[in-house]
């Protein structure tokens, strides 16, 4: 079964204590990369939460935002008595104590109201329910992942089967191109010899026709890539996606069909390696996003 490297997941619990959100999003990348954001004080996790992705996605460049929020409190703000009373001091000596006595204005002035932060204890405490609200995240992901996979699990089958399509013309016309050679070599020897009294051996035209089919010989370059069609179909069937194996067996593809083009000297068989060569390039575009 194929996986897309591109997705999006999320998932989010939210009661009195606090609200959670998470999303991940993937793109296709040759390696696993992850880029985390999280809020404090659960950065201290970003190897835990590493590790969960790790077991869920073997590549691609994942981002996945952690945002953790906790209601307000009385005691979360308190003014800072000190800074206040310097401030007020300062501006009487300047501008006397009425301009002083304007609190609105003294307390927008930094440091004079203090946030403070609810204390968590140990952010491991809070480990349990931060996986299971990530794990649902990765599991949404997986999904849209699979259904990307199946989609392009069936344009690359179709594909594969143009491929063959063209690679069985190709087959067909290789015995062909022997033939033809043969009788453009014969028409074109008893042209240049007629009328000058001249002849030439059949075993000389078997001779060369025989050192031509050697050369334009393609049986073998047919075999493996249809060895290779059906490694390819199997690849694309197998219940781990493989990007790179697909890569890899594509490239092989690619190989005999140019081995084909330079050997075959015939029209129809470059036609039909053009059109390979077309098909097998839209291939290696899907699989570049195949983890």
Not at 106 to 126: C, F
Not at 165 to 172: C, T
Not at 208 to 225: C, N, S
């Amino acid at each position: 079964m194929l996986l897309s490297m591109t997705g999006y997941g999320e998932s989010r619990i939210q009661d009195d204590r606090w609200s959670v959100g998470v999303e991940v999003r993937t793109v296709n990348n040759r390696h696993l990369k992850l880029n985390a954001k999280i809020s404090d004080p659960y950065t201290s996790l970003e190897a835990d939460f590493e590790r969960l992705v790790r077991e869920t996605i073997r590549r691609g460049t994942v981002q996945l935002s952690i945002r953790v929020e906790r209601p307000r409190r009385l005691e979360d703000y308190r003014l800072n008595r000190v800074a206040l009373a310097s401030y007020r001091q300062q501006i009487a000596e300047i501008a006397g104590e009425s301009a002083a006595g304007d609190l609105t204005a003294l307390l927008s002035l930094p440091g004079v109201v203090e946030e403070r932060k609810p204390a968590t204890d140990d952010p491991h405490q809070d480990w349990p329910a931060l996986a299971a609200v990530v794990t649902e995240a990765l599991g949404k992901l997986q999904q849209a992942r699979s259904d990307e996979g199946r989609a392009m699990a069936s344009e690359l089958i179709e594909l594969g089967r143009s491929v063959s399509v063209h690679l069985e013309k190709i087959a067909g016309r290789g015995p062909e191109v022997v033939s033809s050679y043969q009788k453009r070599l014969t028409e074109r020897v008893q042209s240049l010899l007629e009328g000058k009294g001249a002849t030439i051996e059949p075993r000389d035209l078997i001779r060369e026709v025989a050192i031509f089919a050697e050369r334009a010989d393609i049986a073998e370059e047919v075999v493996r890539l249809r060895a290779h069609l059906q490694q390819f179909a199997e690849v694309i069937d197998e219940p781990e996606s493989s990007g790179r194996k697909l890569e890899f067996v594509v490239q092989e593809m690619g190989r005999e069909t140019n081995t084909i083009g330079s050997k075959a000297n015939d029209v129809e068989i470059s036609r039909g390696v053009v059109e390979i060569k077309g098909l097998l390039e839209k291939i290696r575009e899907l699989i570049q996003n195949v983890e």
